[in-house]
């Protein structure tokens, strides 16, 4: 492809890797192709065969150490938290007095390792922004191990942002880091493979691999569905949770029609004549919460059946090349999903699980919840609702204006929230640390 000389040129001139060149070159090629990036309602179905976390963890015993020292916890940890104000890696956030969403990983970890007597293995997926302070921060776990970039981290890749009408790598020399984007955390297939961990684990005896966001504290490892996973022969399964109002413009799982293969659909793929059919949460039952179970010896073997590359479907963002400035030239970012691999595997299934294995953290709101006395974290690193809660987390819905980056929180205080159903704040308040609410509260 003539076209993708100039990219390729560009990719390799900062050291990326053939995986990662090849990944990109099928996203350009399915962008030149001018096929439709669309999935439209009538190529689906409502999701088929969805099964039932609890009934599989029920029925199936805990995974034993065998199995633990056959598996890895890979953590995505590539975002840098500038919506909430952040400079450094999202994960740094502490959303307990002195332990952050890095310290409870490793706390899992700690607890799997002394369950299996086997060091258990953590990776972190790394962006460029995110890299240095991690690995700064896991400076004091260096005794276990943990601070060893060659055994805990692997770098995300970058992309080029291509010129709307030359499908060009863009050229602005004023600030020549904005030619760059990230490329969707689908990236994580070619960084395995770049980097040489996928290789790495296998070699290692490594087989099972639960993939999530580093900002989700309900994605903990859980050894008894781990056993199923092993013992099922699965490729691949992907935790889906139902549908509220409030993920109604988020990716759902669906059937495609032609072949019965369970697929992603993100909003950027629907067309604006089947937006109230995306939304429709009785229709589109359950979203992806990017909680995946991969055998990494099935990812092998497609990569090798497939020149090397998983064909993801591939988003297409149109921006200006400095986001802060309208002006400047436009531009596409190519994303893939890394949910959507689901559609590459023959026999891959989807798992309904409660929702408290999605509790991510994107707003102050959110992290106030964590904060509070309502979510307890344990010293093995598992996240648990006050028993008050009776199962069901409490609503925050602090003033976006005045409560959108971290240090507003500081001005806000903390207040008892285990008793509380839904607490919504508009305008400045100060409550008392601990401070006793109930029921539903508005201020």
């Given at each position: 492809m003539s076209s993708f000389d100039a990219i390729e040129r560009k990719m390799r001139g900062v050291g990326l890797s053939d995986a990662a060149v090849n990944a990109f070159r099928h996203s350009v090629s399915v962008l030149e192709s001018n096929q439709s990036m669309m999935i439209p309602e009538s190529d689906i179905v409502p999701a088929e065969g969805v099964s039932e976390w609890e009934s599989i963890v029920a029925a199936t015993p805990e995974a034993g150490a065998e199995l633990l020292a056959q598996s890895v916890m890979i953590k995505l940890n590539g975002g840098l938290g500038t919506g909430m104000g952040l400079q450094k890696a999202k994960s740094l956030l502490e959303i307990k007095p002195g332990v952050t969403f890095l310290d409870v990983i490793v706390r899992q970890i700690?607890?799997?390792?002394?369950?299996?007597?086997?060091?258990?293995?953590?990776?972190?997926?790394?962006?460029?922004?995110?890299?240095?302070?991690?690995?700064?921060?896991?400076?004091?776990?260096?005794?276990?191990?943990?601070?060893?970039?060659?055994?805990?981290?692997?770098?995300?890749?970058?992309?080029?942002?291509?010129?709307?009408?030359?499908?060009?790598?863009?050229?602005?020399?004023?600030?020549?880091?904005?030619?760059?984007?990230?490329?969707?955390?689908?990236?994580?297939?070619?960084?395995?493979?770049?980097?040489?961990?996928?290789?790495?684990?296998?070699?290692?005896?490594?087989?099972?691999?639960?993939?999530?966001?580093?900002?989700?504290?309900?994605?903990?490892?859980?050894?008894?569905?781990?056993?199923?996973?092993?013992?099922?022969?699965?490729?691949?399964?992907?935790?889906?949770?139902?549908?509220?109002?409030?993920?109604?413009?988020?990716?759902?799982?669906?059937?495609?029609?032609?072949?019965?293969?369970?697929?992603?659909?993100?909003?950027?793929?629907?067309?604006?004549?089947?937006?109230e059919d995306f939304q429709n949460?009785?229709?589109?039952?359950?979203?992806?919460?990017?909680?995946?179970?991969?055998?990494?010896?099935?990812?092998?073997e497609y990569l090798a059946a497939n020149d090397g590359v998983l064909p993801l479907p591939v988003i297409r963002n149109t921006k200006t090349v400095d986001p802060r400035d309208a002006s400047t030239q436009q531009v596409y970012q190519l994303e893939t999903a890394m949910g959507a691999a689901i559609q590459c595997f023959c026999g891959a299934r989807a798992v309904c699980v409660p929702r408290s294995r999605f509790f991510p953290v994107k707003t102050c709101s959110d992290l106030l919840l964590l904060r509070s006395d309502a979510v307890e974290i344990n010293e093995a690193g598992l996240m648990s609702l006050a028993p008050e809660c009776k199962g069901i987390a409490p609503i925050v819905q602090l003033d976006s204006k005045l409560y959108k980056l971290v240090d507003s929180l500081d001005s806000l205080g903390v207040p008892s929230l285990k008793h509380v159903t839904k607490l919504t704040v508009t305008g400045a308040h100060r409550f008392a640390d601990g401070e006793p609410l109930c029921g539903e509260v508005t201020v």
């Open positions: 700690r607890h799997l390792r002394g369950r299996a007597g086997y060091p258990v293995g953590l990776l972190l997926m790394n962006s460029f922004s995110t890299s240095d302070d991690t690995m700064q921060h896991l400076s004091q776990y260096a005794s276990e191990g943990f601070a060893d970039s060659q055994q805990v981290e692997m770098i995300q890749n970058r992309v080029p942002k291509l010129v709307t009408d030359s499908l060009q790598p863009v050229e602005y020399p004023s600030n020549p880091e904005l030619e760059w984007c990230p490329p969707g955390h689908g990236d994580i297939y070619p960084a395995l493979v770049g980097s040489g961990w996928l290789d790495k684990l296998l070699s290692a005896g490594v087989k099972y691999a639960f993939i999530s966001n580093s900002d989700n504290l309900g994605a903990q490892p859980d050894t008894r569905f781990l056993r199923w996973f092993a013992e099922s022969g699965v490729p691949f399964v992907m935790e889906v949770t139902r549908r509220t109002e409030a993920d109604k413009k988020g990716g759902h799982l669906a059937t495609r029609k032609s072949d019965g293969q369970p697929i992603l659909r993100e909003i950027a793929q629907c067309p604006d004549e089947d937006v949460i009785d229709k589109h039952r359950y979203f992806n919460t990017n909680n995946l179970w991969i055998r990494l010896d099935a990812l092998q």
